[in-house]
């Protein structure tokens, strides 16, 4: 059974077709979601979900570098609230810093960018207090959320850069600290060589799989909505990739997503 270990739930649930995308999981043989956190928008339903499902649903808390709004120190404070919880959350994420999605005014982008480096430090040195793993989003601004990371200290091994778009010489930066990039349906994408040499200087040891739905559809179900039963279909593409047998692929990523979160 595989894992989805990144996706967001929030949607379906909105949107009333959650038990069919858990269905669906299950029968493309999809055992287990990890759903990522991105604001007090979903950190509560979240929980609930995985209290609903607990052998299903696994669950983050995390303020999003685009949902750092004026109220970032209140958010933050709630956070800490969920790992008191008789449920905690696996890990903190996604967090990190976005250089995609910035005001147009140089001024202002500058502001805005200050606020996510801060944020993401404050949420570095909590996952750090609490020995837990970090979800990792990186948008037009890898080197910086690298330089970051290693200014607050943080437990490299307990890092990962989730949705992995970048290519070799960035992995390595990664994996020579410690780190990781996990990978979604863009290594599936013809245009995407260099983020499938990535999985591969990577190797086997530290990978794992994840759809990012509803965002970023692989082949072949590109264009459409994307949900976690659709791991199936990067995790096949990458056991070609690996020249990998399908259920040994499988099998060492599961238990790579296992062992980084935690999961019994």
């Known amino acids: 059974m595989l894992i989805d270990s990144h996706c967001h739930l929030e949607q379906f649930h909105r949107k009333g077709c959650f038990e069919e995308i858990l269905q669906s999981a299950e029968v493309a043989g999809v055992g ?6 991105t604001s007090t928008r979903d950190w509560d339903l979240y929980r609930q979900l995985a209290s609903r ?22 958010q933050l404070d709630q956070l800490q609230e969920f790992f008191k919880s008789d449920l905690p959350p696996v890990g903190i994420g996604e967090i990190g810093l976005d250089h ?8 202002e982008a500058g502001v805005v960018k200050e606020r996510q480096v801060i944020v993401f430090k404050r949420q570095l040195k909590l996952a750090t207090n609490l020995n837990c793993p970090v979800v990792v989003h990186s948008r037009n601004s890898f080197h910086e959320c690298v330089r970051v990371i290693d200014e607050a200290r943080a437990d490299w091994s307990q890092i990962v850069f989730h949705c992995f778009a970048d290519g070799p010489e960035e992995i390595r930066l990664l994996n020579e600290r410690g780190g990781r990039g996990s990978f979604t349906g863009i290594i599936t994408y013809k245009n995407a060589e260099n983020v499938r040499e990535a999985a591969l200087t990577q190797g086997m040891d530290r990978l794992m799989m994840e759809t990012d739905a509803p965002y970023l559809a692989p082949v072949p179900m590109r264009g459409k909505r994307n949900e976690p039963a659709f791991v199936r279909h990067v995790a096949d593409f990458c056991s070609n990739l690996f020249k990998m ?3 040994a692929f499988a099998s060492e990523t599961t238990a790579n997503t296992r062992k980084f979160f935690n999961l019994s």
């Open 53 to 74: 499902y607990p052998d299903r649903i696994a669950y983050t808390v995390g303020l999003h570098p685009t949902d750092v709004e004026d109220d970032w120190e209140e």
């Open 100 to 107: 995609f999605h910035l005001p147009k005014s140089p001024q």
């Open 245 to 247: 047998d399908r259920v």
């Open 32 to 37: 287990k979601l990890i759903t990522i956190g």
